[in-house]
């Protein structure tokens, strides 16, 4: 606990210093970002609810959804803004959420399910050729199944929490997500997940407290880097991750035979009530005072 409480307050120091920093900036006629400041292009940060622009890339990690383990091989990115953080009430601790100016606060990358709709998978010690010809047959256009993480609910549902991701304890991230699941015979509405029943993870970079047959595990908060003359703030390696949520059952899934294809795919995952799923999202966080970013803009013509 000492340690997760001093990284907190260099952290979260080194985040005060980085926005008296950006007051010291002169700004001139709306231009264009530079350097690493591109990276926050979609952050609403001439919002003056917002505090503080992100950029998070997860380019590793896995969704483990029931029995269906999902590698996560294709970028996925959550931008934005967020505020300051509520001070009373149940959502102390943490701040409201703004969606990114091109409409694309969280990316959709269709991550390829291993063992396709038949859910066929090798053993890891399996010879190269096993495992070559069971993709060929299992993973193509036709048998192949893609899973594709969305958000379930607006932007403004997410909430963030700095001192958690700081201190590297509690929960750090709160997002309504859905599964897009897609394989011809599915059609284009098969999901685990929607709007009125998301599945809500609560992302921590530190130890969870799941419900059995899962076990603890534990995230991080990743390396502190400073770029920009100390403006932007990344955490390199970062890796959140919950497995105490739960998933309802999938819906939509084979169009006018959903009533068939349903049961078939619930059967497939196998149980994904609390205990049963985990979600290890492996990231870079890339931050900066959405001031910072403002005079940026205006200084570069």
């Not at 979260?12 to 008296?20: E, F, G, H, Y």
């Not at 890796?239 to 899934?253: F, K, Q, R, T």
Request: charged letters at 20%; proline letters at 7%; a neutral charge.
């Amino acid at each position: 606990m000492r340690k997760h409480l001093k990284r907190g307050r260099v952290v979260l120091a080194a985040i005060s210093v980085v926005a008296l920093a950006a007051l010291g900036l002169a700004g001139s006629a709306q231009a264009k970002l530079t350097g690493e400041f591109t990276k926050f292009q979609f952050c609403p940060y001439t919002k003056a609810e917002v505090r503080r622009c992100i950029y998070s890339p997860t380019t590793g990690g896995e969704v483990k959804l029931g029995k269906k383990v999902v590698p996560i091989e294709k970028e996925v990115v959550l931008q934005g803004g967020y505020g300051e953080e509520a001070e009373t009430g149940t959502e102390a601790g943490f701040a409201k959420f703004y969606e990114a100016t091109n409409g694309v606060t969280l990316s959709k990358a269709a991550q390829n399910v291993p063992g396709g709709l038949a859910g066929i998978v090798p053993e890891a010690s399996s010879p190269p050729l096993v495992k070559a010809l069971i993709k060929f047959f299992f993973e193509n256009k036709i048998t192949g199944l893609t899973s594709t993480l969305e958000l379930a609910k607006p932007a403004s549902e997410i909430r963030v929490s700095e001192i958690h991701l700081a201190e590297e304890i509690g929960v750090a991230l709160k997002m309504p997500v859905k599964v897009h699941l897609e394989n011809p015979f599915l059609g284009k509405s098969c999901y685990v997940g929607s709007s009125s029943s998301p599945i809500n993870w609560n992302l921590t970079v530190g130890t969870t407290a799941p419900p059995k047959p899962n076990e603890p595990i534990k995230g991080t908060g990743g390396v502190t880097e400073f770029f920009e003359e100390g403006q932007i703030l990344k955490l390199k390696g970062a890796e959140l991750v919950d497995n105490a949520w739960s998933a309802p059952a999938p819906s939509g899934c084979g169009g006018i035979l959903s009533f068939l294809v349903n049961p078939i795919i619930s059967s497939q995952l196998g149980a994904t009530t609390a205990g049963n799923n985990t979600a290890k999202l492996k990231n870079d966080i890339w931050e900066s005072p959405a001031l910072a970013v403002k005079i940026n803009n205006e200084e570069h013509p």
